[in-house]
T-cell receptor
Framework: AQKITQTQPGMFVQEKEAVTLDCTYD???????LFWYKQPSSGEMIFLIY??????QNATEGRYSLNFQKARKSANLVISASQLGDSAMYFC?????????????FGGGTRLMVKP | ETGVTQSPTHLIKTRGQQVTLRCSSQ?????VSWYQQALGQGPQFIFQ???????GRGNFPPRFSGLQFPNYSSELNVNALELDDSALYLC??????????????FGPGTRLLVL
């Protein structure tokens, strides 16, 4: 089974509007972390936001917030007030505490395109 | 910018050759992880180095090997290159203290093309 599933291969959003990128995950480890990264066409993976499995509050970082629904095993990224520079690939990733090497497992990504 | 640097930025090799990719970690970080990202896919974990030793490995054959140096920089070596090794290779550095690992920060990647 896929550990991280991103069901939206591509999405369009109008500049200045909010957009939600979906991520569901699968783990039996009670301790895990969820990450979102942005990858522009240049290739570098840029860290956006982190949510720990024991965190009581949803994570927020500026225009980014994470809608964490633990029972549904979902960790959707919400970008408010989209900007043209937000056009990029977005990856959801999970780190499980019992994984050797603290590896990140990535989803297949969502390409976000912001329209002017 | 994260402070993680990688070299070279691009590389072209032929099948059967060997390649070495380099990564300098962010100041204050003590682990380096390597990932392979094929075109159109998410990154796949190759291995992580901590205290100059391999600290975990993904599903990659032994011809993928690495080193970490006392200054925490790292090399990824790939022997007997195959066409499917063509990918973006990303390294990420982080701080590991005890069992707690902080966020991994990525470098700009090395694009490898195997002909």
């Amino acid at each position: 089974a896929q550990k991280i599933t991103q069901t939206q291969p591509g999405m369009f959003v109008q500049e200045k509007e909010a957009v939600t990128l979906d991520c569901t995950y699968d783990t039996s480890d009670p301790s895990y972390g969820l990450f979102w990264y942005k990858q522009p066409s240049s290739g570098e993976m840029i860290f956006l936001i982190y949510q720990g499995s024991y965190d009581q509050q949803n994570a927020t970082e500026g225009r980014y917030s994470l809608n964490f629904q633990k029972a549904r095993k979902s960790a959707n990224l919400v970008i408010s007030a989209s900007q043209l520079g937000d056009s990029a690939m977005y990856f959801c990733a999970m780190r499980e505490a019992n994984n050797a090497g603290n590896m990140l497992t990535f989803g297949g990504g969502t390409r976000l395109m912001v329209k002017p | 910018e994260t402070g993680v640097t990688q070299s070279p930025t691009h590389l072209i090799k032929t099948r059967g050759q060997q390649v070495t990719l380099r990564c300098s970690s962010q100041s204050g970080h003590n682990t380096v992880s390597w990932y392979q990202q094929a075109l159109g896919q998410g990154p796949q974990f190759i291995f992580q180095y901590y205290r100059e030793e391999e600290n975990g490995r993904g599903n990659f054959p032994p011809r993928f090997s690495g080193l970490q140096f006392p200054n925490y920089s790292s090399e990824l070596n790939v022997n007997a290159l195959e066409l499917d090794d063509s990918a973006l290779y990303l390294c990420a550095s982080s701080l590991l203290t005890g069992r707690r690992q902080e966020t991994q920060y990525f470098g700009p990647g090395t694009r490898l093309l195997v002909l």
